[in-house]
């Protein structure tokens, strides 16, 4: 694929994540072995990153994070390293988001999410001047779970589709989306080109048990729905009709945090190098397998040229 011609925006979340690795069910009132490591995270700011390793253009990043110097600077330096600009909003009143994530044996993840500053994303953070030189705006559905973030993703989305922006939208949490509601979200998220649901995601939005009746069903409200299902690929829906079944490649799955963050930094990467939605999919699949092989949601890091080994 060629260079992407013009940058993406993508606006969400920047978390610190606490992931556990347990290979034995927990054991309630004592001790469970587990293997623990903080890493940066936040579904915006992993597919951020990963569209950065896929695509070689462009990636910035608008996100509310804490006000401490040490906790900020060590998330901008690891965004930086991937590629990624950031843009990040010191927020006096909150700290920067948590999560704590529980890995069983079958690399099924379990969230324990402290949100702080990730959901007080304020329309003042927002400028249409930040659409300059944009080819394509993602919003994390992570946005749209409290009034000032929900505020500032339908402001981002009213600006970018007047200034032909297309815009992508993952709605994020499926335990969210319970919360507040599946028309509340599908309301807010009009007009944007893609959605990109997984499959819990797609049921809760549509009532649909069958992943392909629920993608048929998104697909007349939105131009084009990708709905991710993990190790059995991805489904490409339009105008109502499923178009096509992706395959994921075969891997043996370690931690599954972060894999839909993945296909969809990647899918954005590819669509912005020239790719159709089936193309991207595949690539998002690749992705997406890649991710489920190492700890964490953000792509491995490459090491320096030049370096001691």
Known sequence: MSPAAGALLVVGDVVT????????????ATDTAAEIRTLPGGAGANAACWAARSGGGEVRLLARVGADPDSTGWHERALRRAGVRPLLVPDPGA?????????DASAERTFLTDSGAA????PDDWSARLLDGVARLHLSG????????????????????????????????????????AERFLTAAAGAEVLLPNADEARLLTGRAAPERAAEELSRRFPWV????GATGALVARDGVVTAHVAAPGVRPVDSTGAGDAF??????ARLAGADPVGAAEAGCRAGAEAVTVVGGRPPEREEPGGDG
């Open 119 to 122: 959901l007080r994303l304020s």
């Open 264 to 269: 969809t930094g990647a899918f954005l990467a």
């Open 95 to 103: 700290a920067t988001a948590t999560v704590i994530a529980l890995v």
């Open 17 to 28: 994540d606490v992931v556990a690795l347990h290979r034995t069910p927990l054991a309630p």
């Open 142 to 181: 992570y946005l749209y779970f409290s009034a000032p973030s929900r505020a500032t993703a339908l402001r981002a989305l009213r600006d970018a589709v007047a200034a032909g922006v297309p815009v992508s939208v993952d709605p994020a949490s499926a335990g969210f989306l319970a919360e507040s509601g």
């Open 226 to 229: 990708v709905v991710t299902l």
